[in-house]
């Protein structure tokens, strides 16, 4: 490992002073609205936020677009603002590719391929993706990790703290310490590049059954802890069939709903980045899944309460759902706590329960799930707030970040029948069976 990707004090410091002058000084701003009577324009003050982070190449960018799509973790005006942020951010040149390249495969590297391409394909928050070919001829994509990325991740996650703890202290409807924890976990893991070789390989098993999902092939003689060679697949980007005949945008939404859900209700495991750039549209309407960077897994005890959780609503079963809450790891749920998550709740499963062909929800935009969000946090704040748990904040995520998506695709699905194609025939010990066995042999930890 070379000096420059060190998790070093030096490292940090660099990466705090860059971040803290882009931050520390938003920060106070909105402290002293809260505390000394300022005017803030809030509005104008999430656009500065937006700026500063979108001149940084690293892990707090990811951060704010994925905080974005977590209700209630950030004020509204902050939202809107973080969801302009794009991943595709300016790439890095040749010279530090070239450098990079030689740290990780060594001086010859390039002799290792009969070719790869200057200009990157595609520069996100993180690394950027070369396209190359093997010495047989095989097409591939190169992850490249830029450099200092552990120190950038560290100095990065104690400026998100700073935020949530200035948010907190004026609302206490969402306590934001687990979500800040698992966002931590996830954020490091996605740094190790041979644990997504691993993810890649437990996920091309647990989907190598369904036609209509694509998942890469590591190259491991090619990849290293922080450059990982995988099989390109082509593929065309989602938003360009939004406007495509019926038939194929639903072809296409039947696809995802299976590449994300075939793996938590048959092995638990989640792919946590439901970002249009994680996947392609192949000519068949068939899914290219990318990108496992950010993959969990539930024990399978919390896949149960998912699904108890559907049945609670669906029969009115009020101590079925505190039982769910509870497996998912939601503790002194009093009564008046229970009514505003199942408000949620009955947002969230509200296309799953009706046996008919049906948009993800009856309008086009965002506007009502918005208008839910903001009617839970107002109730949350009245009742005393809640603290989510860590297992939480990814599943909600996907299921979020996925219904978005079908809204662009204007989907019209039995969304209810899909999902009983998963869940009839489930049994816990089962599934704890198949998840060891598949984790096992992808070299992925069990859930603890």
């Known amino acids: 490992m070379s000096d420059s990707d060190e998790n070093t004090v030096g490292g940090r410091v660099r990466r ?19 505390y000394l009577g300022f005017d803030l324009d809030t509005g104008r003050h999430a656009q500065d936020l937006t700026a500063a982070l979108g001149g940084l190449k690293g892990p707090l960018m990811k951060v ?18 973080l969801k302009q942020l794009q991943a595709n951010a300016p790439s890095m040149g040749w010279p530090f590719v070239r450098r990079r390249m030689a740290a990780e495969l060594g001086p010859g590297w390039r002799a290792k391929f009969a070719a790869f391409e200057r200009q990157a394909a595609h520069a996100a928050s993180l690394g950027q993706v070369h396209r190359a070919q093997s010495l047989d001829g ?43 924890a698992e966002i931590s976990a996830r954020l490091r893991e996605e740094l190790d590049y ?10 091309r098993a647990m989907l190598a059954d369904e036609a209509g999902v694509r998942v890469p092939e590591t190259i491991p003689e090619l990849s290293t802890g922080r450059l990982l060679t995988m099989t390109w697949l082509e593929g065309r980007p989602l938003l360009d069939y939004c406007e495509a005949d019926a038939g194929i945008r639903n072809d ?45 897994v539930f024990p399978p005890s919390f896949v149960r309460g998912v ?26 749920l009093r009564r008046d706590v229970i009514d505003v998550l199942n408000i949620w709740a009955e947002f969230v499963y509200a296309p799953l329960l009706k046996d008919s ?92």
């Open 16 to 34: 705090y002073a860059r971040v803290g002058t882009a931050v520390g000084g938003l920060a106070a701003r909105l402290a002293g609205a809260r």
């Open 64 to 81: 704010a677009q994925l905080m974005a799509t977590i209700p209630d973790a950030l004020p509204e005006e902050y939202v809107r603002e």
């Open 138 to 180: 095989t097409a591939l994509a190169c992850k490249l990790q830029y450099p200092d990325m552990a120190s950038a991740v560290e100095a990065d996650l104690s400026q998100l703290s700073l935020v949530f703890s200035l948010y907190q202290r004026g609302d206490r409807a969402i306590a934001t310490g687990q979500i800040h």
């Open 194 to 203: 041979a644990l997504e070789a691993r993810h890649m390989a437990l996920y």
């Open 252 to 296: 296409i939404a039947r696809n995802m709903f299976r590449a994300w859900y075939v793996p938590f209700y048959r092995f638990g495991v989640i792919h946590g980045d439901p970002h249009l750039g994680n996947y392609g549209i192949r000519p068949d309407n068939g899914l290219n899944l990318l990108d496992f960077g950010c993959v969990r």
């Open 307 to 332: 699904i108890e959780l559907y049945r609670a609503l669906r029969d009115g079963d009020r101590e079925l759902a505190v039982h769910a809450y509870e497996t998912w790891g939601f503790r002194d």
């Open 357 to 448: 062909v049906a948009r993800i929800q009856e309008s086009e935009s965002g506007i009502y799930g918005a208008k839910v969000a903001r009617r839970v946090h107002r109730e949350l704040r009245r009742v005393g707030g809640i603290a989510p748990p860590r297992e939480f904040v990814f599943m909600d995520r996907a299921a979020i970040g996925l219904g978005s998506v079908f809204m662009h695709l204007k989907a019209e699905i039995n969304w209810h029948r899909l999902f009983h194609d998963l869940i009839d025939d489930f049994d816990e010990a089962a599934l704890a069976e198949r998840q060891g066995g598949a984790l096992t042999a992808a070299g992925v930890p069990l859930p603890v």
